[in-house]
């Protein structure tokens, strides 16, 4: 199977719209759209407070007083460390506090980290990401 690409039977509606469409993302964005969204804040409100590429020191610092003003952490665990080349994984468990409501978020995550000359050139986190809109709603 190759990205894009997905093998849920033999033609089956799923994989032909799959395939048309693209990865989750995509799939949540056609969602999106279908239930009304049609500016890009629209879009953005509903993907999260955290969505969203960022780069430099400044952005990251944002990113974290963002998290910091609307979320508590209750746990976050690195469960293992992984390192081959310029990379380093770390696997890990959160749970997260939302502010606001009280909803808890929680769950499984992987940050993959890139490292040249002793600084973070590159960092990108897998979690849930349906997770957190949910619990801000």
């Given at each position: 199977?190759?990205?894009?690409?997905h093998?849920?039977?033999?033609?089956?509606?799923?994989?032909?719209?799959?395939?048309?469409?693209?990865?989750?993302?995509?799939?949540r964005?056609?969602?999106?759209a279908?239930?009304g969204?049609?500016?890009?804040?629209d879009?953005?409100?509903?993907?999260?407070?955290?969505?969203?590429k960022?780069?430099?020191?400044?952005?990251?610092?944002?990113?974290?007083?963002?998290?910091?003003?609307?979320?508590?952490?209750?746990?976050?665990?690195e469960?293992?460390?992984?390192?081959?080349a310029?990379?380093?994984?770390v696997?890990?468990?959160?749970?997260?506090?939302?502010?606001?409501?009280?909803r808890?978020?929680e769950?499984d995550?992987a940050?993959?980290?890139?490292?040249?000359?002793?600084?973070?050139?590159?960092?990108?986190?897998?979690?849930?990401?349906?997770a957190?809109?949910?619990a801000?709603r």
């Amino acid at each position: 199977m190759t990205k894009g690409h997905h093998q849920v039977g033999a033609a089956s509606p799923l994989s032909i719209a799959l395939n048309a469409i693209g990865d989750r993302w995509t799939l949540r964005i056609v969602q999106e759209a279908l239930e009304g969204r049609r500016r890009f804040g629209d879009f953005q409100r509903n993907l999260g407070p955290f969505a969203g590429k960022r780069q430099g020191r400044g952005a990251v610092g944002e990113f974290f007083s963002t998290l910091a003003r609307l979320q508590d952490a209750r746990s976050f665990e690195e469960r293992e460390f992984i390192a081959q080349a310029d990379k380093v994984v770390v696997l890990g468990h959160y749970v997260w506090k939302v502010k606001a409501n009280g909803r808890t978020i929680e769950g499984d995550f992987a940050h993959v980290f890139t490292v040249r000359g002793g600084q973070i050139v590159a960092f990108h986190e897998y979690m849930d990401s349906a997770a957190v809109p949910k619990a801000y709603r």
